[in-house]
């Protein structure tokens, strides 16, 4: 964060004034709602949603950006130990298919916390219905790219229980969608956050 600086860009959609981090690659316009992404083009519109509270905590809350890939994976071959897998396809072995809706961070964590936040996120699936906030939402440090990186990184960790079987897992996943949202979380201090919707403790 030492070389913090800030850019003036105008929302495409209400002429409002926004101020974006010069590494953010997405910018939300608090004042009517609008997503974009920041491209060489220029602004690219994205849907950006936001998560309600579903528990209380100490400490301020803040939003951070999670992308929301919704996803269909195709699986010729298996040779399965991942209960996920096995619950969300009915417990065969033989190639089938299902959707997933992975949550992955836009913003910086490390690895091991990611991966704690993201198959929590994604196993329960717990927001249904994402809204507009007049809220902030800045530090996205993840693209595009990044998040089907790492939604392929959760699918094979959601298989491989045990990392023996990996040979054997052989699938195809196929993106519908990507979309930012916005998860509520209480700042606790010294980087630890605690999520408002599920709970869930990192550090950052
Ligand atoms: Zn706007």
Redesign the pocket.
């Known amino acids: 964060m030492s070389d913090f600086r800030l850019e003036a860009v105008i ?1 495409k ?4 004034g926004l101020v974006v981090e010069i590494n953010d690659n997405i910018v939300y ?1 608090s ?4 997503g974009f992404e920041i491209l060489q083009e220029g602004l690219v519109p994205i849907e950006i949603n936001f998560a309600a509270a579903a528990i209380r905590a100490e400490g301020e809350m803040i939003y951070k950006p999670f992308w929301l890939l919704k996803s269909t994976v195709n699986i010729f071959e298996r040779k399965s130990s991942g209960a996920f897998l096995k619950n969300l396809f009915g417990g065969s072995n033989e190639s089938t298919s299902g959707d997933i809706a992975f949550y992955v961070p836009a913003f910086y964590c490390p690895l091991e916390v990611l991966k704690n936040i993201s198959t929590k996120f994604t196993l329960k699936n717990p927001i249904a219905s994402p809204q507009k906030y007049n809220v902030s939402l800045k530090g996205f440090d993840y693209g595009k790219q990044d998040a089907k990186k790492l939604s392929e990184f959760l699918l094979i960790s959601f298989e491989a229980e045990k990392s023996d079987v990996m040979k054997n897992f052989r699938y195809e996943l196929v993106f519908h969608s990507m979309e930012i949202l916005g998860i509520p979380f209480y700042d606790l201090g010294k980087g630890r956050l605690k999520d408002a919707v599920l709970g869930t403790e990192i550090q950052i």
Do not use: A, D, F, R
Request: proline share 0%; hydrophobic share 0%; charged share 0%.
């Open positions: 929302c959609n209400c002429g409002s316009c004042s009517c709602g609008s």
